[in-house]
């Protein structure tokens, strides 16, 4: 009797083991990313925005085929790609793009009027170019403050230097390189500031005064 009520005990405290786990609550799939914000299209900043690009890029590109110099296409470029929210990073990030094209462009008019003349074989070109590589690649590593001058740096040095298969001395391309992006930063500058500007300052206004009605709203709330 007294092994039977053991082996009794054993089985219901091994049971637990050999049962199946309790089904807990389905995990909700999480929604698919939309290619849109969520006020893409009832949102009129964003209409605004996109305005503001299309005019700038599209002035510059008027203006340099009217005068026939498209060697100064980067202003084109630069009205796209400096373009952001608010009017102040949209400047900022034009000083780090202008700051890292004049740069490299420096380094790419020393290589090209002091180095290239004196240079033989390949392996002085790659010491030149991992020199500037190394200078845009300390930059870029840099904090987001300045990182995007690293990678103008490098541009600027790249296309000034390498403008063919064979050592060449032709500075136009550095000259149109900084012209052009000189000219879309004050046309990009100029149409951010003055058509339906966008100050970081107001979209601080507008978030806390959205924080004031939801802790009002929720004040409301308990107190009924």
Same mark, same amino acid.
């Given at each position: +009797?007294? *092994? =039977?009520?053991? *082996? ?5 405290? !091994? ?22 914000? !969520? %006020? ?24 340099? +085929?009217?005068?026939?110099? #498209? ?23 034009? $000083? &780090? ?22 240079? %033989?074989?390949?392996? !002085?070109?790659? /010491?030149? $170019? ?8 300390? $930059? ?6 300045? #990182? ?11 296309? #000034? ?6 050592? =060449?001395? =032709?500075? =136009?391309?550095?000259?149109?390189? /900084? ?19 966008? *100050?970081?300052? %107001?979209?601080?206004?507008?978030? &806390? ?12 709330? #308990? !107190?009924?």
């Amino acid at each position: +009797m007294g *092994r =039977d009520r053991l *082996r009794c005990r054993a089985d219901r405290r !091994s049971e637990p083991l050999f049962l199946p786990e309790e089904a807990g609550p389905v995990a909700e799939s999480p929604k698919p990313k939309s290619l849109f914000a !969520s %006020d893409a299209f009832t949102n009129p900043a964003h209409v605004h925005f996109a305005l503001k690009v299309t005019f700038a890029a599209m002035f510059c590109y008027i203006f340099y +085929m009217a005068i026939d110099w #498209s060697g100064i296409h980067t202003a084109f470029i630069t009205c796209t790609f400096i373009a952001l929210e608010t009017t102040g990073a949209t400047l900022h990030k034009g $000083v &780090l793009r202008i700051g890292g094209c004049v740069i490299g462009g420096a380094l790419a008019l020393f290589t090209i009027v002091f180095l290239m003349p004196h240079m %033989d074989t390949i392996a !002085s070109l790659v /010491v030149v $170019v991992a020199c500037a590589s190394a200078i845009a690649g300390w $930059v870029a590593a840099g904090s987001e403050m300045i #990182s995007y001058a690293g990678l103008q740096i490098a541009f600027a040095f790249f296309y #000034s230097v390498f403008q063919g298969y064979a050592p =060449d001395t =032709d500075l =136009d391309n550095v000259r149109n390189r /900084v012209v052009g992006i000189l000219f879309g930063l004050i046309v990009t500058g100029l149409v951010f500031r003055y058509i339906w500007p966008e *100050r970081t300052i %107001d979209r601080l206004r507008d978030a &806390l005064r959205a924080a004031l009605r939801q802790l009002a709203q929720a004040a409301r709330n #308990s !107190s009924s």
